[in-house]
């Protein structure tokens, strides 16, 4: 995939296109896409990333559930898939539409906003975040958001028993609670 990326950066760089877009009077932007997915990847998913301590802020997700929302869409929808389009041009890559998604969801930006980092037009971020939220939903709502079973429900009380609230099932006011806000007699 690199050397594919690599050689559509070169032939980007010494091949002027010669036509307006397929509508008459309107010009191609060159977003220069391939540049910009390994600018990506040498930012956030390479070995020695530059900003690899600082991927869970960025994105508000660990790494490890960036990688299996990436794979699962991958899986999901072939639109997550590099390929190229009819004049060979190399499109954007699975991980430009992937990291587009969940950064517009973490800072509530607009689908323009990208444009300067990903090079992505509105149009190809506001598609790459429905298709993102149909695949988060059809391929991970199923195993994760399902009915609690027996042997879960167990587990939970066993939880909840050890942390001193015995019979407390799923309440969020008292599953995270801080001593620190407590009034002094209650502390401990």
Avoid at 5 to 31: M, P, T, W, Y
Avoid at 164 to 173: A, H, I, R, T, Y
Wanted: charged residues 25%.
């Amino acid at each position: 995939m690199m050397q594919a990326v690599l050689e559509d950066v070169k032939r980007a760089e010494e091949h002027v296109l010669n036509f307006k877009g397929s509508i008459k009077g309107h010009r191609v932007v060159n977003r220069n896409r391939a540049r910009r997915h390994l600018i990506l990847m040498d930012d956030y998913f390479a070995k020695d990333a530059l900003f690899a301590d600082h991927f869970r802020p960025c994105f508000w997700i660990r790494k490890t559930v960036f990688d299996r929302l990436y794979h699962g869409a991958r899986s999901y929808d072939d639109y997550f898939v590099l390929k190229k389009d009819v004049v060979e041009t190399i499109g954007f890559s699975g991980y430009q539409k992937c990291t587009a998604a969940p950064r517009m969801l973490a800072y509530g930006t607009a689908a323009d906003s990208w444009d300067e980092y990903l090079q992505m037009s509105k149009s190809t971020c506001g598609d790459a975040m429905v298709r993102f939220a149909t695949v988060v939903v059809e391929v991970f709502v199923p195993p994760y958001l399902r009915e609690p079973t027996v042997a879960d429900t167990e587990r939970l009380l066993t939880i909840s028993e050890a942390r001193g609230w015995p019979g407390l099932l799923g309440s969020l006011d008292f599953m995270q609670w801080k001593w620190r806000n407590c009034s002094k007699a209650l502390q401990g």
